[in-house]
């Protein structure tokens, strides 16, 4: 019952920015997202996966809020569960001092309050982080299993950044001594690893239509494509019609109504041209640094780049978006119309940017600092693997679609998380020992007792 009181109320903190908004924030692939869950059809550039999630949880359309607080539910069991564990005691007032804190000076309440799969990319890795480490019930594995399915599925990046993750720990766990690598799951690790891949088979379809399309759109922007057409054209290529217009920011190329994409027919139109220059750059050896350089400065700047509110305009009256919503959930679509983003009015988000910016910095700072004094086992790991997520969420971005703020904000909050876990670690009063405890499968993590 504890457990329960603190993982609601933590709930209720993380959706703080729908409730200030007066609504769910959406952006505008929330429109897709949702016309592909109620209308059952796989969307052309992405997975079903969280259409039928926004289905489920709305309670087939009787209301997004309960998605919101869906949402706000599972990251703040996740929260719980994590922290639980590598504090190795369960408070209410610590968990929701916790959430609070990151609501406050954090993206992760606004993420969490967006009617997008941006939530689950972390989802995804404090998920990884305890099942490969903690020793849990039974029950709490199944659960944590079940949401990391869950999660992969949700968006197109998910099966790649799932494997990545597993291969690095996989190396890790290879190399460490003897006397360690028990304490790194390595059934845990090849239960991920098939879930993450076993993924791919509910997204091929929108996977084969739109990859070469947005890997294209990141070439346009780090300026491969441009190097390519002033070498091949004028040729039959429909693209050289387009040279004097790249470089180009990534999403321009494929969404404008003037961009590329569009003009060229859609992405079914361009697939087959796109696709074989994007071979053609990849099998030419003089090409092989254009994309490895235009791969680590996109990188860079995905890392730089974590504002929150990114996209987050208004969608009114008139707007695809909102038509969907009365047609899928009409008792959501007033309330839509009125909320603050629909007025512009999100004035709370311009102290946040600055805040949250100063936060992160100092994060980085306090991790630098605390991690050497850190010697618990369990620490190191999680605090290796949040980092490599955040490295691993900007290469995929970055390169494969193009740096927005979106990208990078939906990770930016691990970090303070990871610091603030670090400081409670070092000057709080629960402190870990420096040894990790011999497993016990059935200790409950949802229950009073922690594993001690």
């Known amino acids: ?41 796989t969307p052309f550039d992405r997975p079903i996966g969280y259409g039928l999630l926004l289905r489920l949880t709305s309670l087939n359309g009787i209301s997004l809020w309960f998605s919101v607080l869906a949402q706000g539910l599972l990251i703040s069991y996740l929260l719980w569960v994590l922290m639980g564990w590598l504090l190795r005691s369960a408070s209410i007032s610590r968990h929701l001092s916790l959430n609070l804190l990151l609501a406050v000076g954090t ?19 404090l998920c990884f982080i305890v099942l490969i480490t903690a020793p849990l019930g039974k029950a709490d594995r199944i659960a944590l299993y079940i ?50 891949a076993s993924s791919w088979l509910t997204m091929g379809s929108a996977l084969s239509k739109s990859r070469p399309i947005f890997f294209m759109g990141a070439m346009a922007e780090h300026g491969v494509l441009s190097r ?94 909102a038509e969907r919503m009365a047609a899928h959930v009409p008792l959501s679509h007033p309330t839509h119309l009125t909320a603050r983003q629909q007025r512009n009015d999100l004035s709370a988000l311009d102290a946040m940017k600055s805040v949250h910016h100063v936060v992160v910095v100092l994060s980085l700072v306090l991790v630098a600092i605390l991690f050497w004094s850190v010697a618990s086992f369990r620490m190191v ?14 290469w995929i971005c970055g390169t494969f679609s193009g740096a927005i703020d979106r990208l990078g904000a939906k990770m930016s909050w691990l970090l303070p998380l990871l610091a603030l876990t670090l400081v409670i670690q070092r000057f709080g009063r629960s402190r870990c020992s420096s040894t990790v405890p011999t497993r016990d499968p059935q200790a409950p993590f949802l229950g009073n007792n922690m594993p001690l």
């Not at 009181?5 to 703080?16: D, K, R, S």
């Not at 790991?381 to 969420?393: E, G, S």
Request: proline letters at 6%.
């Open 228 to 321: 390519y057409l002033e070498e091949h054209c004028p040729s039959e290529l429909r693209l050289c019609s387009f040279r004097g217009v790249l470089p180009m920011p990534g999403y321009a190329f494929v969404w404008d109504q003037a961009g590329p994409v569009q003009q060229l027919g859609g992405f079914s139109s361009c697939r087959d041209e796109f696709q074989a220059i994007i071979r053609n750059t990849l099998s030419e050896p003089r090409y092989w640094l254009l994309h490895l350089n235009a791969s680590v400065r996109a990188t860079f700047q995905q890392l730089t780049r974590y504002a929150i509110g990114d996209g987050l305009g208004p969608f009114g009256s008139g707007t695809e978006l």
């Open 1 to 41: 019952m504890r457990a329960l009181t603190g993982i609601c109320l933590g709930a209720l903190i993380l959706c703080a920015p729908a409730f200030y908004n007066g609504a769910p924030l959406v952006y505008s692939d929330t429109s897709t997202y949702l016309s592909s869950g109620f209308a059952l059809e």
């Open 107 to 125: 993206s992760l309440a606004w993420t969490t309050s967006l009617l997008m799969p941006d939530l689950f990319t972390p989802t995804m890795v």
């Open 381 to 394: 790991i999680t605090t290796c693997t949040l980092l490599l997520a955040v490295l691993l969420n900007a």
């Open 147 to 196: 949401l990391y399915a869950i999660a992969c599925i949700t968006h197109l990046s998910h099966p790649l950044f799932g494997i990545l993750l597993v291969t690095v720990a996989g190396i890790v766990r290879i190399l460490l001594p003897e006397r360690v690598r028990p304490d790194l799951s390595g059934r845990a690790l090849l239960i991920i690893l098939v879930l993450s």
